[in-house]
């Protein structure tokens, strides 16, 4: 079984609804007959993700995540970095530090690490222009990325190295999106997800940050049971996001399970009503939802 839980649903400014990361959870047999998942994924962990995460440790089902009144980081297992912004990156700081110093081994000083995996080039310039001010000194050394975290790096369209899985059974395949252009198409580096499971099959569609690119990925949407897909509500001239606008123009059949997150804190404020009809809906923060039995 694979469980899909967002920790919140917000843009990158939005107050009301923490910001767009996931926690994803396989399990052998479902949170019914275990304790804890198999295996544990974050997608992305933005500025105010740690918030989220301490509000959702203490909902049923999830009391993995605590320890001592406190976030249990080495229940995260791996980590997928979708792209750099702060909404994406912003806690791996704490978590990182939590587990060093916290949740560190106290016999042999070696911190918990899980794994942080995204494409070479996110993780290239991850460190030197992201973590690094906050992470590199730590009593008695510099420190680098791979004192923090097992590093798995994946190239996108490469077969072999452009997927990683959970309890072998799920495969997540990473692919380019269109979010932020500094010349051209796809030349900053940023992803989404397309997450199978091997047994049956079926599939999962997550666009990551990207502006309306439906050609692009029309044939993992149409393959998908089901889609996760960012909006912008507010319409904006050469925006970064997809406008709801354009993401209406996409076929019925494919919006039909198309569910929306990523959205702005005026999401049940304005003339949004049709959402639940025309799309799958919005995406809600902190409801588990099972993705395959």
Not at 205 to 224: I, N, P
Request: charged share 25%; proline share 4%; net charge negative.
């Amino acid at each position: 079984m694979l469980t899909w839980t967002f920790l919140g649903v917000g843009a990158a400014f939005a107050k009301r609804n923490f910001q767009s990361n996931v926690l994803v959870e396989a399990w052998r047999k479902g949170p019914d007959y275990q304790e804890r998942p198999d295996d544990t994924l974050l997608i992305d962990f933005g500025s105010i993700a740690p918030l989220a995460l301490n509000e959702l440790r203490h909902k049923k089902g999830f009391g993995y995540l605590s320890n001592d009144r406190r976030i249990y980081y080495p229940a995260i297992r791996k980590i997928f970095i979708t792209h750099q912004h702060a909404d994406h990156i912003g806690g791996l700081e704490e978590l990182a530090l939590m587990n060093m110093f916290t949740f560190g081994d106290p016999d042999t000083g070696k911190p918990y690490k899980p794994q942080l995996i995204s494409s070479i080039n996110v993780l290239m310039n991850l460190w030197d222009n992201s973590l690094k001010g906050g992470l590199n000194t730590v009593p008695g050394k510099y420190a680098l990325l791979q004192d923090y975290f097992f590093i798995l790096s994946l190239v996108p369209e490469q077969q072999g190295r452009e997927s990683f899985n959970m309890i072998k059974r799920y495969r997540f395949k990473l692919f380019a999106t269109d979010h932020v252009q500094i010349t051209r198409k796809y030349d900053w580096p940023s992803h989404g997800l397309f997450v199978e499971d091997t047994q049956t099959g079926k599939a999962v569609f997550f666009s990551g940050d990207t502006r309306f690119d439906y050609a692009a990925y029309a044939e993992m949407m149409h393959r998908a049971q089901t889609c996760f897909h960012d909006v912008q509500l507010i319409e904006q001239k050469d925006p970064v996001h997809s406008l709801l606008s354009d993401l209406r123009t996409m076929p019925a059949e494919i919006k039909k399970k198309t569910c929306l997150y990523h959205y702005g804190d005026n999401w049940d404020e304005g003339p949004f009503d049709f959402v639940e009809d025309e799309f799958a809906g919005f995406v809600r923060q902190q409801e588990r939802m099972v993705l395959f039995e």
